[in-house]
């Protein structure tokens, strides 16, 4: 099976600085890859996927980064905002687990002004 | 996201009883699934359905049962809760391997 896990419970950042959220998988067999979102009350929303055919994916002031060989991604955002601070989950399956995510345990992110 | 909805949003409810958490859709998706959050965990995914007539457990279904009563609705009983279930429920929706979730249900069981 697959296990997640993420590198910080907490993380605490300065508004405008860039923020780095850690994630670790087992399961080499891994494919896709996507970080959620969560603010409180909500429920996890979208943020940016990655497949295992690239390293490196940017999206508006967020990037995922993917290193295979150590079985690790992470999510840097740019010019932290007050609006960013949430809980970051990744989240990762194999394209032939009939879409079943496995999710890591999250980052709580906080951005001090 | 307004396209997956959740209801109810809060429930407290007492041990032995059973009690039905509703999800709906309108994004189109074929599958559906429910997870269980709990604090210091990652979702756990509970049953998910690939269409009304596939419905498979998770990796925690004990103590719970889902219907599928038609594409845009699935939903998930507890047929006599237990304090341990206390925790905060959602809905997912997807077409392929991104997951839309609903606002989540926070459920009490005294």
């Known amino acids: 099976g697959e296990s997640v896990g993420l590198h910080l419970p907490t993380l605490s950042v300065q508004e405008g600085d860039n923020s780095i959220i850690n994630c670790a998988y087992s399961?080499?067999?891994?494919?896709?890859f996507i970080w959620y979102k969560q603010e409180s009350g909500k429920g996890p929303q979208f943020i940016i996927d990655?497949?295992?055919?690239?390293d490196k994916r940017q999206g508006q002031r967020v990037t995922v980064l993917l290193n295979k060989t150590v079985k690790h991604l992470s999510l840097q955002i740019a010019a932290t905002q007050p609006g960013d601070s949430a809980v970051y989950f990744c989240?990762?399956?194999?394209?032939?687990?009939?879409?079943?995510?496995?999710f890591g345990t999250g980052t709580r992110l906080q951005v001090t002004l | 996201d307004a396209d997956v909805t959740q209801t109810p949003r809060n429930r407290i409810t007492k041990t032995g009883k059973r009690i039905m958490l509703e999800c709906s859709q309108t994004?189109?998706?074929?599958?559906m699934y429910w997870y269980r959050q709990d604090p210091g965990l990652g979702l756990r995914l509970i049953y998910y359905?690939?269409?009304?007539?596939?419905?498979n457990k998770g990796e925690i279904s004990d103590g719970y049962s889902v219907s599928r009563q038609a594409q845009a609705k699935f939903s998930l009983s507890l047929e006599s809760a237990i304090p341990n279930q206390t925790a905060l429920y959602f809905c997912?929706?997807?077409?392929?391997?991104?997951?839309?979730f609903g606002p989540g249900t926070r459920l009490t069981v005294t």
């Open positions: 994004k189109g998706h074929d599958r």
């Open positions: 990655i497949r295992s055919n690239m």
């Open positions: 399961n080499s067999a891994s494919d896709y």
């Open positions: 359905s690939f269409d009304v007539k596939d419905i």
């Open positions: 997912a929706t997807s077409d392929a391997y991104e997951q839309y």
């Open positions: 989240a990762v399956t194999h394209t032939g687990t009939a879409s079943k995510l496995t």
